[in-house]
């Protein structure tokens, strides 16, 4: 293996491929980044086995590969990321040395790094699955960043710690739930697809950061995999397995009680009354009424917190409703617009909060009981 | 108590208070503030014992200080600067409500805090000592940068975790020597002292974040603490018992061999080199010649870097000399200047570090042996 390529290039594309990689890893080789050094391209491959990362450089691109020697090798992805990073030119030469050693070179300095043995590392089938469809970055990044806040963080429901991604036509329905908040969005398709999955929160934040502004993403599912193509790269991660709860019924569609209210002054009032938590929780009550909406938090030990809300309208019988103020916290930053409506149907009751602008995001919360 | 203040006033003074809190004081009255509204001005204390830090606000200045009623309580830190930060008003109403509770008002927003009675806060003497120098605000950050990198941070020679400051006349010198390396700080003062105390190498770091641009310093010691007066802020600090060692007869005064270097050139070669480490440590080799100097480092594990530094500049006998990177990088770093002098007698003896530029500060070096 012997090939030259910009300092640039390599060192993006090898910051890709080791996104999937996890210092957690049971395996030793995947703690490395695989190289192959083909006829006209450069293939990197990362992965922890749930996640896994193929990146190409291709001859063509603007990266001035030059390949002298096909070859291939794993190097650890700490190391050669550290030394591609520092080195002191804007051309690098990568070489393989006597079958183990890697001979990386700048212009002054040379690195010598002890590479695993590419036959180790596990072969990982990037074959693309049946169905597939496209999203833009903008859309698909919308989707991410609106779902996979509200997965669960605990591992005793699985499949909670995914966003459900179904779709039977071409209405694509994405859900994530902790069992205590939900949020929905809804998206159209250019083309009829059959699915009923479940990714990963954690493969689908990865998959975020991949993302760029413009351009498409190439979307494949099979029941055992899901794959992201953008441009040169694919992001491939396993699926939770298991039946993802039926969600729909747990939204109400008729309401007692509306609030209306700008999504910066709630935000803003939220955070302030947020230092005061029990045990972890910042429980924040919402006091409604015609005369408008006071926020309020208390807790014995520290103290209390009260604020009116200046840009509240309310419509509907006096109420009070508590709940977890970072549920209502995220689902507001997970809304775009600048009102915001709360759909309630009592105290006790899950209470909807929509934007004005966009039907197509739901966000779902459960209230608390507050004795204070 | 019940007062008005400018919230970024406010907030400037409760930061600078807050610095001298620990997580970790075992007096709970130290995790909070204590705040006295005397006749026409406002003191903030904040203290872990070992550091303590009183700034003042006066009526007079441009904080917009209205005193209603005078009186003291001792507040949470974290709870009030947290409150104070993200109040939705320019102007902050605090007033003691029943005793105990301390009511915080901004514009729609009200806080009630549970404070600490102000009886149980320790009482701080802050009485200035009588030895007492200025220096520049300038002149103070360089002797903390260039010389509280190299104090110790192991408890096993306590007086090792601090630095040195000792004054028989008008030089002041500054030292400090984890015992395997050294760093010394000498400065002209304006007048005729005495003293040889050493201060927590903490305590100056919490000074150097309250330090200007401009002004001047006035420095107050004697053998129990030393305070340090920056406009209406006083940081006074405990000292280290115990006798600091004689170091002056450690540093070599002749030498058989000397390098010049560009310190540019130098440190990044040492940051390319450093990601080979065992034990944590990278140690790397220096290979001097007439013919130039090339740095290098190995481990079985990894591998092995090498580079020749272009702008270095050798006379004596060919020489390969070892030691901890991160030494000379801390040491040069902390030297100004572009071109640094090394000064060496052998292959395992101390070698001296400087800047071509400032003779005032010296960094000494203890070499490691490598079999590699």
Redesign the interface.
Known sequence: MYFKISKKDFLAALSTAARAISNYSPLPAFSGIKITADKDQLILIGSDSDISIQTILKKSDDCKLEIFDMGQTVI?S??IL??VR???TDMIEVEMVDGV?VKISGK???????GMNADEYPLIDFSKPMETFTLSNESLKQVITQTTFAVSDKETRPVLTGVNFSCDGSVLQCVATDSYRLSKKSMELSNNVKFNITIPGKSLLEVLKTLDNDGDVEIAVNDKKAQFVINDTIIQTRLIDGVYPETNRLIPLEFDFELTIDAHELL??I??AS?IKSDGVSVIKFTLSEEGCILSSKSL??????????SASFSGEPLEISCNGKYVFDAIRALSGDLVKFSLCGEMKPFIIQSLRDDQVLELILPVRTYA
Do not use: C, M
Not at 108 to 114: G, L, P, R, Y
Not at 301 to 310: D, P, W
């Open positions: 650890e700490k190391y550290e030394i520092k080195i002191d050693q002054s300095a040379e690195f010598k790094i002890n803003g009032a955070d302030r230092f030990e520290v103290g209390s917190s009260t604020e009116r809300l200046n």
